[in-house]
């Protein structure tokens, strides 16, 4: 036995130069990561694992939604028909330039060449196939400079908007770019189809304002640096056709509670007038019943439980930001489902997902206590349908308060689409 461990040794001696060479192992459970896989791990998380799964076996939780299979990247026969160079070109271009499906986002507007490259050596390690990465030299370590919105830009679209925003065959032609010809339908639901990743766009023309979706679309990364959803690299025509056709969709199946009766019930809000200093004390009162901060970070204060926002006046519509207020389980703002988990010791934990890792979940509660649950501790988990935010603010504030929150809000506008304003 001991002759046997010593000849072992020699020989894992002898080869140890090929031990950190990651290419020549075959099973990845014993691989160490390189530097570079490490980066291309996270990144991957990040991107990727939601359609691909956290170790690539094509079954991440929005896969199921998607009318393509996401390549099973960790299969032994995916890895050895692709070659490194077209691994790059397809994260990089997207699944519709190399005559794959469209629903596979491009990532070249959104990471740098040095990202993608420690994605494709990290591909590799999740196959675990014996095929060398030659990274090449003096790679752009650069995210791309995606170049801002201006002011001006926008009320160019604004005036173009309401000249021409509601021609129906530019309403095709942003059809037919949303669901046949960019990745939109990978991360987005509409009517019953496509993924969920992000929020389902049915409602589009009641919740955000258009100029926002022609903005958000050209460059979310600007608003939101870690935003799961890439940049697509649209030019501003096409830009302006998904934002002709998203205002205007209209789903099949109209939701339950029609928006008539809401209106009604949304008109007491709406037609009185608010006053935003008043609305602004009452979202920030610690002592107060509505208590918002709570919860909710505006610039630099306030809580970490709901949504940022310090924008929000400029995101979404004023229906929307009441609505949101008085019936917020309507709908759920992406990232911040309430999950239920059961423990094995029959424990019941109620809050929002922020994390998931190998070791578990993380988990934020109401009052924004953070807790980690270990994955072998919990017997079941569910997504809830209702909000984490209390639903019944309608009841304990006054039909001016609200008014005056709202008034609040509305005044959260983002700071760069109104450099010239003030
Ligand atoms: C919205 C879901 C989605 C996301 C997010 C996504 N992919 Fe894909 N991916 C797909 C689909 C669907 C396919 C299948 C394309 C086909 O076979 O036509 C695919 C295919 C691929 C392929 C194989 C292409 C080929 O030539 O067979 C690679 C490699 C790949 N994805 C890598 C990635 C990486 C890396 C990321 C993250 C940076 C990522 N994907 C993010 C959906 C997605
Ligand atoms: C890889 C997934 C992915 C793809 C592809 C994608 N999105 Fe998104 N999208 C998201 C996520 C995630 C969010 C939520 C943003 C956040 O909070 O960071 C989002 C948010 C949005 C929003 C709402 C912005 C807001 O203020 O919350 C709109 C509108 C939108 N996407 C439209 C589109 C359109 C149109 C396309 C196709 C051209 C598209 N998306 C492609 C993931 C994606
Ligand atoms: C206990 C924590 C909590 C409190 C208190 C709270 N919220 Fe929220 N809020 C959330 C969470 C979580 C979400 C995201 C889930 C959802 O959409 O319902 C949210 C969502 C929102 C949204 C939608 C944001 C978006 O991205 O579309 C708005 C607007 C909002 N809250 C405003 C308020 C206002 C105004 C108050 C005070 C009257 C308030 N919230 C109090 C937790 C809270």
């Not at 991957?44 to 170790?55: E, I, M, T, V």
């Not at 679209?157 to 095709?172: D, Q, V």
């Not at 949504?307 to 019936?327: A, C, H, K, N, W």
Request: charged share 25%; net charge positive; proline share 5%.
């Amino acid at each position: 036995m001991r002759y046997l461990l010593v000849i072992f040794f020699l020989i894992f001696t002898f080869y140890s130069p090929l031990f950190a060479d990651e290419s020549k192992y075959s099973s990845n459970d014993t691989l160490a990561l390189s530097k570079s896989q490490k980066k291309g791990k996270l990144l991957f998380l990040h991107y990727c694992a939601h359609c691909h799964g956290n170790k690539g076996g094509g079954d991440g939780f929005n896969a199921e939604f998607l009318d393509k299979d996401p390549a099973e990247l960790s299969s032994q026969k995916f890895q050895e028909k692709i070659s490194n160079k077209k691994l790059f070109r397809v994260i990089n271009e997207g699944g519709a330039k190399v005559k794959k499906s469209h629903l596979m986002p491009s990532f070249g507007s959104t990471l740098s060449e040095e990202e993608i490259w420690s994605l494709v050596a990290y591909v590799r390690y999740l196959g675990g196939w014996k095929i060398k990465v030659k990274v090449p030299k003096k790679l752009n370590t650069k995210r791309p400079n995606n170049t801002a919105i201006s002011k001006a830009d926008i009320d160019f679209f604004s005036r173009w908007f309401s000249a021409e925003g509601t021609e129906s065959n530019l309403i095709k032609v942003g059809e037919s770019l949303v669901i046949n010809k960019k990745s939109c339908l990978g991360c987005h639901q509409l009517n019953d189809e496509g993924g969920r990743v992000g929020p389902n766009l049915n409602r589009s023309g009641f919740n955000y304002p258009p100029a926002w979706i022609y903005t958000w679309i050209l460059n979310p990364q600007t608003f939101r640096p870690n935003t799961k959803m890439p940049h697509l690299h649209l030019s501003p025509k096409e830009a302006r056709a998904i934002t002709s056709f998203l205002i205007s969709f209209e789903p099949d199946n109209e939701e339950e509670g029609s928006d008539l009766a809401d209106s009604v019930e949304l008109n007491k809000y709406l037609s009185i007038k608010g006053d935003s200093k008043r609305g602004e004390t009452i979202f920030k009162d610690p002592e107060g019943i509505a208590n918002c901060a709570k919860c909710h970070l505006v610039k630099t204060d306030g809580g970490s439980v709901g949504p940022v926002l310090s924008f929000i006046g400029t995101s979404r519509t004023r229906e929307f930001l009441l609505e949101s207020i008085i019936d917020p389980s309507r709908v759920i703002t992406s990232g911040f489902n309430t999950i239920m988990i059961l423990t094995k010791n029959r424990k019941f934990i109620t809050g929002i997902k922020i994390n998931e890792d190998e070791s578990g979940l993380y988990i934020v509660d109401k009052n924004g206590k953070e807790l980690h649950v270990p994955l072998d501790k919990i017997k079941k988990s569910k997504v809830q349908k209702i909000s984490t935010m209390p639903g019944n603010f309608k009841d304990l504030l006054s039909t001016q308060d609200i008014a005056d929150i709202l008034a609040y809000l509305e005044t959260l506008t983002f700071s760069l689409m109104a450099p010239s304003v003030n």
